[in-house]
């Protein structure tokens, strides 16, 4: 465990969320079996009706979290709408929890490029061929439009869909969850104040 990390009984006594939540994620990389940046991604329809579904976290620092969708799938209609998300990482075999929400930016043009080169070149090409979140007659129409596009990009680069980019969660709080003996569990609220955290313990 390195100085920044703070075992299970101690973790109470940090002072900012970003790092806590660094050293969390690290030790869920360790421990969990798969994907432990896997994420449930909580967003609200136009009805106001919320809407769940698990993403992958690809990147976070003081500027807010990261993931990567198609922007015109449910999910990405439903945050240009809005503006607004929340996640929950739920890590059991280390029995903790950490939940989030806040505001949500697109992320730079560059970071879209950068990211989605860097995936494995059947995820671009899928990029291209499914139409997310719509209606599919049959699997062999999502295997033809497969192979339609990897002969399209045969060769040399695959470029970004222009629908395909980044949002960034902005918390503006932040609660870390610990599982203790008889439902006396710990939780600690960080509540964003302009560039400061305020932190609040709460009852289990």
Request: glycine letters at 6%.
């Amino acid at each position: 465990m390195t100085e920044t990390q703070l075992t299970d009984h101690d973790f109470t006594e940090a002072d900012e969320p970003i790092r806590l939540f660094g050293d969390w994620l690290a030790d869920a990389e360790q421990k969990e079996i798969n994907d432990p940046s896997a994420v449930a991604l909580a967003t609200v329809d136009p009805e106001g009706l919320p809407n769940v579904r698990m993403v992958l976290l690809k990147g976070f620092d003081e500027k807010g979290f990261v993931f990567y969708t198609n922007f015109e799938s449910v999910k990405g209609g439903e945050i240009l709408a809005s503006m607004k998300a929340a996640m929950c990482f739920h890590w059991k075999s280390l029995r903790r929890q950490v939940r989030l929400r806040g505001a949500v930016e697109i992320v730079t043009q560059e970071e879209a490029d950068a990211y989605f080169e860097s995936r494995p070149r059947g995820s671009r090409i899928g990029a291209w061929a499914s139409k997310q979140s719509r209606p599919l007659e049959t699997r062999f129409a999502l295997e033809k439009s497969v192979a339609e596009y990897t002969t399209r990009h045969a060769i040399g680069t695959i470029p970004r869909p222009e629908y395909w980019s980044g949002f960034r969660i902005v918390p503006s709080e932040i609660e870390f969850w610990h599982d203790r003996p008889f439902r006396l569990h710990d939780r600690v609220r960080f509540e964003r104040e302009g560039d400061l955290w305020r932190k609040v313990r709460l009852y289990p």
